[in-house]
């Protein structure tokens, strides 16, 4: 990690066309979030597990 001050972590970035989705997990939360950014616009949503609960990870694996 760059910077522990970031309250983000970029996991994963793709491009599809002119559009880019980045995944973030939050280091206080651990909640996972997609990003889709498309010319000026941008939209953040967290990602869902099947029942309904934000799909989290260990907030540990990204502490320096």
Known sequence: ?????NRFVKTSSS????????TL??????????????GYSSTMTPLIRSDGTP??????DFEE
């Open 15 to 22: 491009s599809i066309g002119l559009s880019t989705v980045v």
């Open 55 to 60: 799909k989290t990870v260990s907030v540990s």
């Open 1 to 5: 990690m760059k910077n522990k001050n």
């Open 25 to 38: 997990v939050d280091r206080e939360t651990g909640v996972e979030y997609a990003v889709l950014t498309s």
